[in-house]
């Protein structure tokens, strides 16, 4: 297979064939994201993708993630030709996801992106980060909540699923309550199919890491994310049901929960670990990771 650089995928795609379309992230400009710091954004040619869908098509797989960052601001019929031929190859298909940041899913009409799903685009996974305008325009994530809830609402009329990460940490001390009580609001307000919370990772490459190391920035302790994890939930009053997690291999503390039935029941799991300040129970930080 033709995998460039660092290639990732969201945990839920752990046994989806990986399909890489682009090279890094159209944005690139996150200042905690060091990914792609060292790749010039590209869309790899049709003929190299087809050859890696021709060689992914000797074995069986039924889900396909396209990476890497932001495949769909593809032009649209470069993606349906794409998936045609995904499909053509492996008729058992059943769902073909892509990370989307707020751009791309805007550039796409909703039109656009029913036809996308007929197609067999059945999940977008889009970074949030945060609910707050302070720390977005801080981490240069290129979107602000109201242009997230217009993409969100696009990607709902659409029929497509979607998957929403936020993270935690990410409003240092000085703004962790403000950050957690705004993503919270913001997740509910959205009420996406699925979201997940991850954990800063500061990374050499990264501006966030230079700001962490000349003082600038603050992380808050293994108690301080918790307690913004549960703010979070707190404040996530959801209209559909949707599931939470925090599985990620960042993460202190794995957790899954639909909500809103067990939103009780995780706040007060939640508030036992913070009564108990016991580290044993929390993921060692050598087993962290991205
Ligand atoms: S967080 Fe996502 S949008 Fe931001 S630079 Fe990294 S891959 Fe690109």
Redesign the pocket.
Known sequence: MDYIGHVIRPPSEAYSMIIQVTVG??????T??G??KDQKFRIKDIETIKRDIDEASRYRFDRVFLAD??VLILPTETLLEIIAYIKKKNRHIERIGV?A?TKAILKKTVEELKELNRAGIGILYQ?I?TGNKVILRRIK??AFPHRMMEAAGKVKEAGILLSQTVLLGIGGVEMSRQHAEDTGRLLGEMSPDYASALTVMLLPNTELFRDWRSGAFRLPDKFGLLEELRIIIQNMDVKNPCLFTSNHASNYLPLRATLPEQKEEILSLLDRVLKARDETILKPEHLRAL
């Open positions: 992230c159209s944005h690139n400009m996150c905690f994201c990914t792609y960052g932001d990370y940041n970074g980060e994530k290129g």
